[in-house]
């Protein structure tokens, strides 16, 4: 993936709100094969100040509470810290789950929200090609405060919610038909989070009640106009490159014949990634007798092996 660096004029910039955990593992190589910066939003002080001195040279945390707009808010800081929001938690679903004890409210911090397109101008940032928006329950509202930096994100990582878990939260349905306006597709859905209740706690499988999962939603850049920013050639290939990072290989070779088609990528510019986009992607199709069990126990195997990722966004 390095020989695409000659086409990347400006970095790849990703934004990360709701940072608590870091970032994501399919990030930690990909800054040393083409330019790139991700900026983290964590309203936690203390634990963004932990991140910050983790020290990976292209990832910035902000402390900052991202919302719809400039504004008080308060802060829920819970039992299960990862679970905190802005919103408070709807104890009349929760309670009725074994996971309730991990929405107890530790303490009440008040803070002060900023909207997306204000924080990033003030940072100097006007161009982002990916958003990842891990906020229980504020995603909303963290998306109709950056309209004008939606305009050129290609892509969008958000958490979203089949159940009410927070009280006057949006649900998967709200946010979908939001980012539909914004012109972008969904893609992929992974279910992140079922809860099982108290009543039977014990019987049957792990799985409960789905109630969150992650989605990603891209610009189907082919269906656009020729015309469109998302053909100029850096932000074409950043766009590439994150589609990549999703191994969505087969609609990042469309991605380039859309543009060689539009005359944005020569014929000598186009071979050259596509041949990345070759290599890169080799071995992801193979079939064989039996492929279809043996994805099936390797899933098993890794929802036996770790706690809560029931499933994973990208064509792995």
Known sequence: MQ????????????????????????????PSKVPMRIIGFEPDEAECATLNAKGDPFVKYLPLAVGNRGEARTFHLLQAEGSSSLFRPNYVFVNRFVSAPNYAIK???????????????????????????????????ILNG??????????????????????????????DALLAEQGFVLFDLAKSNYFKRKSGARLGGPKGQLVAGDAIYFRDIPALPKDS????????????????????????????????????????????????????????????????????????????????????????
């Open 146 to 175: 950056a309209g004008e930096t939606l305009k050129r994100v290609f892509a969008v990582e958000v958490e979203v919610w089949f159940n009410r878990v927070f009280s006057n939260a949006p649900l998967f349905r709200d946010i």
């Open 3 to 30: 020989s695409l660096k000659k086409y990347i004029t400006a970095p790849l910039t990703l934004i990360d709100i709701g940072a608590r955990a870091g970032i994501n593992a399919r990030w930690k190589n990909l």
């Open 229 to 316: 920013l998302f053909y100029a050639k850096d932000k074409l290939v950043r766009a590439i490159v994150l589609t990549m990072q999703y191994r969505y290989f087969d609609f990042a070779m469309e991605i380039a014949e859309s543009a060689r088609q539009h005359q944005t990528l020569s014929e000598s510019e186009f071979k050259d990634i596509a041949a990345v986009i070759e290599e890169e992607g080799r071995g992801g199709t193979v079939d064989f007798r039996g492929k279809h069990t043996a994805e099936k126990v390797v899933k098993r195997l890794g929802r036996f092996l770790t706690k809560f990722e029931w499933d994973y966004l990208g064509n792995w």
């Open 107 to 141: 303490r009440e911090v008040p803070v002060a929200t900023q909207a997306l397109d204000d924080a990033l101008k003030q940072a100097g940032i006007d161009d982002v090609d990916y958003v990842k928006i891990d906020t229980e329950g504020c995603e909303r509202d």
